[in-house]
């Protein structure tokens, strides 16, 4: 076991159960941090591509100071109870989606239920990112019976790794994520479905609108049967309402009255309650689309001049245009600078638009 530093972020190694999407992001964030971190999975090949990423080494732990389970949902009781059993000095946590049925199933002191709000559709440890967390709320559910140290630990991992930790017990995180996340995950899914039968000509029209809706859709089968079936009784209480309300849109789409625009408003109102990045105040964010050469470095060299303009990026997407060798990349920024970089972007010879 490597020496502990008085202000490391976890006093000794950190064993990575599970090294897929999720446990090998937490493995490349920690080891940014020069924090030793072991790898372990029930797929020898993801080990080993974890590893040859650069998240960890494949070798045995003796004595982890904190083990990360990231296993599917279904998996973590079993798991962490024996990680406990294993390494009886070690704080154990877990990074599943859905909390009460893992906090009932463990609980020892040394465990701290986590989840961090932050992932891709895509699964596996190929799709990992060492930035994945950062600005992202990391839910820390603790019960009346962990212990305050494992706590503090865990809570420093994922500030650590860039994260904003909300601490909130099992039951409301569970009533909580079946809003944000796991309904509309149906939602999408639902959409997402239609398109099965439509005529491919019909599909050649998708825009970005669909897209936004329907991305999340394209996620791992298996660890959705799972997260919803884990959280079934929250999510069937959001479905209730959420079904009452397409009844009535649907009544009022026929009958073409005004409640349709009432659904509208309430759905702008919706976004507008939902924090920007870092939990902060809602901003007014504002889209600049860049179209560029699908060549390489092209994208550096726009990096480079949104760099020299002052604009920070919020976020980005990048859209490929049907049949040509050009991508759009919508850079997303706060309102208040959209001009200044648009018009930053056109002088240095970008076919920039709003
Ligand atoms: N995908 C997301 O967007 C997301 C976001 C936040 C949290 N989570 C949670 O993170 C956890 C992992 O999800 P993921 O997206 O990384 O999935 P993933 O499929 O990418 O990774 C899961 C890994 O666990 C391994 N595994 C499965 N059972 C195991 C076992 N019993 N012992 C050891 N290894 C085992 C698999 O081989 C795989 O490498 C889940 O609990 C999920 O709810 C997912
Ligand atoms: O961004 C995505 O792809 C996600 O699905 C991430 C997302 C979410 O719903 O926000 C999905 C499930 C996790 O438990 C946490 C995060």
């Known amino acids: 076991m490597s020496a502990a530093l008085p202000d490391a972020v976890v006093p ?13 992001s937490v493995a490349l964030a920690l080891r940014e941090l020069d924090v030793p971190v072991h790898l372990r999975d029930a797929s020898a090949s993801h080990v080993e591509i974890a590893a040859s990423v650069g998240a960890g080494s494949p070798d045995p732990v003796d004595s982890p100071a904190l083990v990360v389970v990231a296993v599917p949902p279904a998996a973590v009781v079993e798991t962490a109870r024996a990680a406990l059993a294993e390494f009886p000095q070690a704080v154990v946590t877990d990074v599943a989606s859905v909390k009460a049925p893992i906090c009932a ?3 020892d002191p040394r465990f701290v239920g986590g989840h961090p709000m932050a992932g891709k ?4 440890p190929m799709a990992a990112s060492g930035l994945l967390f950062e600005g992202r709320a990391w839910a820390i559910v603790p019960t009346a ?12 991992v994922a500030t650590s790794v860039g994260a904003v930790v909300r601490r909130m017990d099992a039951g409301s995180h569970d009533r909580a994520v079946a809003l944000v996340s796991h309904v509309p995950h149906l939602v999408s899914a639902l959409t997402a479905g239609l398109l099965t039968e439509a005529p491919t000509d019909d599909l050649a029209l998708a825009g970005q609108g669909l897209r936004d809706v329907i991305r999340i859709a394209g996620s791992d089968r298996g660890l959705w049967v799972d997260i919803i079936g884990s959280n079934a009784g929250q999510v069937g209480d959001i479905l209730d309402d959420l079904a009452a309300r ?4 649907r009544a009022a789409v026929r009958a073409g009255d005004g409640s349709v625009a009432e659904h509208l408003d ?21 889209v600049v689309f860049v179209s560029i050469d699908d060549t390489p470095g092209e994208l550096s060299r726009l990096f480079s001049d949104i760099g020299a303009a002052g604009v920070n990026i919020e976020d980005m997407r ?9 991508g759009v990349v919508e850079v997303v920024v706060r309102a208040a600078a959209a001009d200044v970089l648009h018009t930053a972007l056109i002088e240095r010879g970008w076919a920039a638009f709003r």
């Open 105 to 107: 199933g463990v609980t």
């Open 145 to 156: 019976d962990t212990d305050p140290d494992a706590v503090a630990l865990v809570e420093r």
């Open 266 to 286: 309430r759905g702008r109102d919706g976004v507008s309650r939902v924090p920007g990045k870092h939990g902060e105040h809602p901003t007014a964010l504002a």
């Open 246 to 249: 397409l009844d009535d849109l």
């Open 12 to 24: 000794g190694p950190v064993l990575v159960i599970g090294c897929g999407l999720i446990g090998t």
């Open 121 to 124: 559709e895509r699964s596996g």
């Open 318 to 326: 990048i859209d490929h245009e049907l049949g040509r060798l050009v």
